[in-house]
């Protein structure tokens, strides 16, 4: 009778910490999807990226 108790108490707690992490799972995911950057920064911030790197290339090839 006592390890019945615990096994359903065990169950239904371990439940509960299913549901807990998945609520939060989901509201992870929907903050990465919804984001606010235009095409336009996006592209901006990755030319930026590619001509500081360029610029290392450049410079470690110009010693």
């Known amino acids: 009778m006592n ?4 096994f359903e108490m065990n169950f239904a707690r371990n ?3 299913e549901r ?4 939060k ?7 990465a999807e ?3 950057c235009s095409v336009y ?5 990755a030319g930026g990226v590619l001509m500081a ?8 090839i110009a010693m």
Not at 41 to 45: A, G, K, L, N, W
Not at 53 to 60: D, E, F, K, N, Q
């Open 3 to 6: 390890a019945e108790m615990n």
């Open 15 to 17: 439940n509960r910490e």
């Open 20 to 23: 807990e992490n998945v609520k």
């Open 25 to 31: 799972n989901d509201n992870a995911n929907i903050v």
């Open 34 to 36: 919804n984001c606010n």
């Open 41 to 45: 920064s996006m592209v901006t911030v």
């Open 53 to 60: 790197i360029g610029a290392v290339i450049y410079s470690l």
